[in-house]
């Protein structure tokens, strides 16, 4: 077919025209990009959002509205679940393990799981569009990870429904009883996949509290398990604020609570719990070491630093925050990540040429700018790449600091939003020692030519997840989890049932 001329077009100009009539060369000014936005309409939202218990839709006494945080624009009225509702959701939970999904036979769960991982895949797109309105993050992300790895997530561990004898040799494993499951608004569904999947496939009832300002894809969730039929009450839904997430933790029925949110409201749980027959999990913050070393590809490594600090605005537990570099190639790396800065793309989330979405919520947004604050008074560089932020929503550039002090409140606090410290070192001592010098331990990047090295860090590093010339790589067996005041307890893999078992 080739590139001949379509009938009834104007005939094209010859290059040898262009030069002669032209003072320059036929090259536009700007290479902009065209607006290439998902369809909206892909997602039908209701005015009013109930509470999802024991299958049906729960009218609450109290409720709230839930924003589009790229523009303020409201987008639903969402339930305030109180005390007395997330009792009932709980009651619907232990009726439901009571009554047959716990002696259900483990071939039978792995098929709801089955059938919710296809349902999951098949419904992506309308997916990816609402975590996407609800939450602010690039639709390019939302469909190419939260999508995929949380329809994964229900195929791995329907996978482990009935093997679970095998996973534990030598050990009689039964479900726990009814699961307490709060989630944060940086992955709403992926977060909830993490929690339900594994918690199911273990043969528990669950109660899950997504966060308040993100609750849209749990609510979509819901209609899901309507199609998969699962059996009322296995998995109950309660929106609202930290007063429904207390209340739950707080409920003598419930066996078990997984936590995934701020170290300050997961030490709190802890004290709570302490004393009770409760099973906890607790998935807290982070401030993760990337490490370049000087014999590193440093093109792939740039690549790396942006997608550990950038992806989903930063907003992520395990993102690559502090950055520390090998002195000897500090200065070509840095003009490297400069300008490589100045090439993401801010603004429609809903854009699928979008690198960089808008920020979760005004609070965070607030957060991140007293952070960034403190960062200039105490001294540290800032730079920016020139770029324009939508006037209305919530919205900060991405940021590097360079002339960064451990001593920095940027160094030691997770700031969770696009804002990368830089810190250098000389040895690789010096790099483990500056690496595991916060309170946290979740995860850690190496980069470097030498395998040895590789494994001679990870041995030395405290965290839970270290990756090697990549980062932020995610799949559904592997364990991921903290040390220190990250948390403790592992999602993800093998390890991730152990929590929702109690053994013979
Ligand atoms: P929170 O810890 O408050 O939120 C996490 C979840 O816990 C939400 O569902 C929240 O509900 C709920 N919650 C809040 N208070 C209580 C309580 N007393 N008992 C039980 N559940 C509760 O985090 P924030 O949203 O306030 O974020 C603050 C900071 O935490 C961020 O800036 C970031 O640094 C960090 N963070 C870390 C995350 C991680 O993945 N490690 C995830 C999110 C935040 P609600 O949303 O209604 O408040």
Known sequence: ????????????????????????APVPAAWDYAPAPEARDLVDLREQYGLFVGGEWLEPTEAYTTIDPSSEEPLA???????????????????????????????????????????????????AVLES?????????????????????????????????????????????????????????LMLSWKIAPALAAGNTVVLKPAETTPLSALLFAD???????????????????????????????????????????????????????????????????????????????????????????HVCCAGSRLLVQESIYEPLIGKLKRRL???????????????????????LDKIKELVAAGEEEGAEIYQPPCRLPEKGYWFAPTVFTNVAQSYRIAQEEIFGPVLSVLTF???????????????????????????????????????????NTYNRFDPASPFGGYKESGFGREGGRHGLEPYLEFD
């Open 224 to 314: 899901v398990l309507r199609q998969a039929e699962l059996p009322p009450g296995v998995v109950n839904i309660v929106t609202g604020d930290g007063r429904t997430g207390a209340a739950l933790v707080e409920h003598p029925d419930v066996d078990k609570i997984a936590f995934t949110g701020s170290t300050e409201v997961g030490k709190s749980i802890q004290r709570q719990l302490a004393g009770t027959d409760k099973h906890l999990t607790l998935e807290l913050g982070g401030k993760a070491a990337n490490v370049i070393f000087d014999d590193a590809a440093l093109d792939q490594a740039v690549e790396g630093i942006v997608n550990g600090i950038y992806f989903n605005q930063g």
């Open 426 to 468: 000389r040895t690789p001592d010096e790099a483990v020692e500056k690496a595991n010098n916060t309170p946290y331990g979740l995860s850690a990047g190496v980069w470097t030519e030498k395998g040895s090295r590789i494994l001679a860090m990870a041995q030395k590093l405290r965290a839970g997840v270290i990756w090697a």
């Open 77 to 127: 009225e969402i339930g305030q679940a109180s005390r007395e509702e997330v009792g009932r959701a709980v009651g619907a939970a232990r009726e439901a393990f009571d009554n047959g999904w716990s002696d259900i036979s483990p071939a039978e769960r792995a098929k709801y799981l089955f059938r919710i991982a296809r349902i999951l895949q098949e419904r992506s797109r309308e997916f």
């Open 133 to 189: 309105l609800n939450g602010g993050k690039p639709i390019r992300e939302s469909r190419d990870v939260d999508l995929p790895l949380s329809a994964a997530h229900f195929f791995y561990y329907a996978g482990w429904a009935d093997k679970l004898e095998y996973a534990f040799p030598n050990r009689t494993p039964r479900p726990i009883g009814v699961a307490g499951q709060i989630v944060p608004w940086n992955f709403p569904l």
């Open 342 to 364: 100045a090439t993401l793309r801010v603004g429609d989330p809903l854009d699928k040429n979008t690198d960089v979405g808008a920020i979760n919520s005004k609070q965070q």
């Open 1 to 24: 077919m080739g590139g001949g001329r379509v009938v009834g077009e104007p005939p094209r100009p010859l290059v040898s025209e262009l030069e002669r009539t032209r003072d320059s």
